[in-house]
């Protein structure tokens, strides 16, 4: 018997609106299977479920989704995808998806630009003024 680990994503009533949502977002993904209290699905081979929980837990930026992103190009794919119908954009790379889960899209260079030091005291005030992250304005910072 293998241990498997994987996130429960608390939903209100939604979580196969939600699974089917991430699904069309990401290709790789799919359904993996459902009753009406939980959703099982991968999205890009990473096992997830979503859980008809009910109103009484909320979201919040505790826990969130990293899409680590090789061109600007699939930053702005995914933070359109996920902002859209609703989603909110907020700072450094972050947003909140319409159903209030915070993602984190940032690109697949970020742990290289700021592995130097001095590099990143350059990088961080850039960052900070950004909301959907620039390739071309961290790497020149």
């Not at 993904?29 to 008809?52: A, D, H, R």
């Not at 837990?57 to 902002?83: G, H, M, P, R």
Request: proline letters at 4%; a negative charge; hydrophobic letters at 40%.
């Amino acid at each position: 018997m293998t241990n498997s680990i994987y996130p429960c994503l608390w939903f209100d009533g939604n979580a196969k609106a939600a699974a089917t949502f991430y699904c069309s977002v990401f290709k790789n993904s799919k359904i993996t299977s459902e009753n009406p209290m939980v959703v099982m699905f991968e999205i890009n081979g990473q096992k997830l479920m979503g859980l008809n929980g009910g109103p009484h837990f909320k979201f919040n930026e505790a826990f969130s989704l990293v899409v680590n992103c090789d061109t600007q190009e699939e930053i702005d794919d995914y933070w359109n995808k996920l902002t859209a119908d609703g989603g909110q954009e907020s700072m450094c790379g972050w947003l909140k998806d319409k159903f209030g889960f915070s993602w984190q899209i940032v690109p697949s260079i970020i742990g290289e630009l700021m592995s130097d030091p001095a590099r990143m005291q350059r990088i961080m005030p850039v960052i900070m003024t950004m909301k959907k992250l620039d390739i071309e304005k961290l790497k020149n910072a």
